[in-house]
């Protein structure tokens, strides 16, 4: 699994992405479909149009990573919709969590975070 402690960003590209792209290519989209930097201290998730295949690419100072999960069998991941001007999707952690799960990353019935105001 993704170590995420010095993750600052999770960005999913809309739509289906072909899984025979590299790195290259993912970094191509990230920078010129996504606008933004494949540099920074992101992941961009990718899926497939079967859904049952995603790639996430991540820099990890000196070079890229490529990871890459299949899933055996009739599973799916629950790969959001998204508006077609959509260039990316920003989710928290916990959403990418649910998305590895196999869960909707829009839960319904999910606690919501509270950031707790002190005076």
């Known amino acids: 699994m993704i170590n995420l402690k010095n993750i600052d960003n999770i960005y999913i590209a809309p739509g289906y992405t072909d899984m025979r792209k590299s ?6 989209i990230v920078q010129h479909s996504m606008y933004l930097d494949p540099f920074s201290k992101s992941i961009f998730i990718f899926c497939n149009k079967k859904k049952n295949t995603i ?3 991540e820099w990890d100072g000196n070079g890229f ?20 001007k959509m260039t990316s999707l920003l989710i928290d952690k916990r959403q990418l969590e649910w ?17 707790p105001v002190i005076i």
């Open 99 to 115: 998305l590895l799960d196999g869960l909707d990353i829009h839960q319904k019935y999910a606690h919501h975070t509270m950031t």
């Open 23 to 28: 790195i290259d290519s993912c970094s191509a």
């Open 55 to 57: 790639q996430i690419l």
């Open 65 to 84: 990573w490529l990871h890459k999960k299949k899933l055996i069998g009739k599973d799916k991941f629950r790969w959001p919709k998204c508006d077609e």
